[in-house]
């Protein structure tokens, strides 16, 4: 069973519409989580993070985290074109002396359809 | 500011040739990072540096050297390029370490084949 497991997609919706991204994770030892999003032919930037289970807003996004579920997910409200990316989850365990480790999915492409 | 910048954006290497890929930053970032992603694979640590002169393996290590000289500079080498190092390189820089709240910037990435 692989770390972190994510849908590649391809997922595609109409404008306007609630995008449900999610990750599941083996690795209990992960405690930091983070959203990416990754436009075509450029570099991932970080999009959210988040330290605790529950959820965490910022805008149309929301980050949730279910650590005994070990289950990650993002919401999109009012989905825009712009909002077609590739989203690549995130998750860091501790590895000793003071340094985490971090461990990516493999990244969802979203398609926002006008 | 320019963040961090790769050159170049796009190459062709034959089977045996070598090159160097460029990674600079102008944020004044001790920890430096490269990156490969694959189709379908997500992305994977090759070296780290947390500062000039100071360098690290990561995941997939081989056929791949760095050098950290400066703290702007941290260029990736490829000696003897294989078709399996055909792949999107990715560079990043970090102001927090390898700390739990780390924010990675990444470059724009180069994006390499080895025919």
């Known amino acids: 069973q692989k770390e972190v497991e994510q849908d590649p997609g391809p997922l595609s919706v109409p404008e306007g519409a609630i995008v449900s991204l999610n990750c599941t994770y083996s690795?209990?030892?992960?405690?930091?989580f983070m959203w990416y999003r990754q436009y075509s032919r450029k570099g991932p930037e970080l999009l959210m993070y988040t330290y605790s289970s529950g959820n965490k807003e910022d805008g149309r996004f929301t980050a949730q985290v279910d650590k005994s579920s070990k289950y990650i997910s993002l919401f999109i409200r009012d989905s825009q074109p712009s909002d077609s990316a590739t989203y690549l989850c995130?998750?860091?365990?501790?590895?000793?002396?003071?340094?985490?480790?971090?461990?990516f999915g493999k990244g969802t492409k979203l398609s926002v359809i006008p | 500011n320019a963040g961090v910048t790769q050159t170049p954006k796009f190459r062709i290497l034959k089977i045996g040739q070598s090159m160097t890929l460029q990674c600079t930053q102008d944020?004044?970032?001790?920890?430096m990072y490269w990156y490969r992603q694959d189709p379908g694979m997500g992305l994977k640590l090759i070296y780290y540096?947390?500062?000039?002169?100071?360098?690290d393996k990561g995941e997939v290590p081989n056929g791949y050297n760095v050098s950290r000289s400066t703290t702007e500079d941290f260029p990736l080498r490829l000696e003897l390029a294989a078709p399996s190092q055909t792949s999107v390189y990715f560079c990043?820089?970090?102001?927090?370490?390898?700390?739990?709240?780390?924010?990675?910037?990444f470059g724009s990435g180069t994006q390499l084949s080895v025919l």
């Open positions: 944020m004044n970032h001790n920890y």
């Open positions: 540096s947390v500062g000039a002169g100071i360098t």
């Open positions: 990043a820089s970090s102001y927090g370490g390898r700390g739990g709240d780390e924010k990675l910037f």
């Open positions: 995130a998750m860091k365990a501790y590895s000793g002396a003071g340094s985490y480790q971090l461990t």
């Open positions: 690795n209990s030892a992960f405690q930091y």
